[in-house]
């Protein structure tokens, strides 16, 4: 970088830094994002090049892929259950393309046998292999595992164009997917327009590290404890409310923090999860750092039924939630209770839970401690 002495100040400091910043991140983004997607493509070509020659093949059979995934998961090797493995399969089917991207380094290191199964590839034209070079350095894998379960190819590749063109964000992309967007196009009179709307309201991609993917953290091997805090405020928060709870001496036993779960496609992250051992339940506490809203308590619903459906072992209640909304003069808590109609087992639950007036106090009293010098961790 060109620095004129006589123009170098303050505030040009201040600039050229947050430039570098924005810069480099992007490039860490991009970097991350590409070898995690290499990485699936290439474990998916691997299991498809077993699945045709391997010589203890017939062994396995249909259990192949359960097998595998327990191996590998004995191993650490992350993302690697059943489903994910047919995912990375399917990647690779869809996208043999993407054999053109591979760097030498990487090509190097594939096996002999693989290595002469790719290059009988199809040969792809050179407008696609260009294509796939830049899908390659834009896309995520949540986005390439979102194209290959369409099954048109035109419609996989419109999608395709349009997550470049417009530098599509996962959830933007799976907005258009929903919404019938190439349907719509396909039927509009005006198909410019209707593109020039749809690239406008779409949400992008922000030019630093997506670490809150699953995907990413996991394939960095970093825990979701260190990813999904959203402030510092929430963290200590969240800490003060962990050992609130275990203190009251009701039962609660911890078990687990930013505890993720799959609901169809979409990944989530509970706060705080406990087992209670009077009530015989797991406890799901989230924190909110704004004021109530219907939309939080049906989350926290949300979370407690798909722990009552997949969660419960014989012997267990069914799991209760406490929602705790704040902003910087009140908190509100709010108990989610699965649906539960029998007043009686409804009033024992509340009798062991700590009352809704401690929790708001305690919050309350924690606000007030976290003055706006003391929400910074100390350096």
Known sequence: MNINKNEWN??????????????????????????????????????????????????????LLRELANSLIKLGVSNSNRRQLYDYIKFYRTYPQIVSTLSAQLDSSLPLLVKGHVKK?????????????????????SMFKMLSDLDDDTKRHFYELECVRG??????????????????????????????????????????LEIRDPYIFEFLGLTSEEVMSESHLE???????????????????????????????????????????????HVLAELKLEKFTHENIGQLNTYVSWYKKNMMTPGD????????????????AEYALGGMDNNLFISKYLLELPKKEDMQKFIEMQLKEASPKSDHPEE
Not at 247 to 265: D, N
């Open 317 to 332: 209640n069914p799991p209760i939630g406490i929602l705790l909304c704040t902003d910087k003069n009140h908190a509100l």
């Open 167 to 208: 530098n599509w964000s996962v959830r933007e992309l799976k907005r258009q997917i929903n919404s019938l967007y190439y349907e719509r196009s396909g039927l509009s009179r005006n198909k410019n327009k209707l593109t020039e709307l749809a690239q406008q309201k779409a949400e992008t991609m922000k030019p630093s």
């Open 235 to 281: 963290n200590r928060l969240i800490n003060k409310i962990e050992k609130f709870l275990l203190e009251l001496g009701h039962g609660f036993c911890f078990e687990a923090r930013q505890k993720r779960i799959l609901i169809g496609e979409e990944h989530f992250f509970i706060d705080l999860v406990f087992y209670n051992r009077i009530l015989k339940c």
């Open 121 to 141: 590839v199809p040969t792809v034209s050179a407008q696609l292999s260009l294509l796939a070079e830049k899908l390659i350095n834009q896309l995520p894998y």
């Open 10 to 63: 303050f505030k040009k400091l201040v600039g050229a830094i947050q430039q570098i910043h924005v810069e480099l991140a992007a490039n860490a983004s991009r970097a991350v994002n590409v070898s995690l997607t290499l990485r699936n493509w290439v474990i998916g070509c691997y299991i498809a090049e077993y699945e045709l020659n391997g010589v203890d093949r017939a062994r396995y059979g249909e259990g």
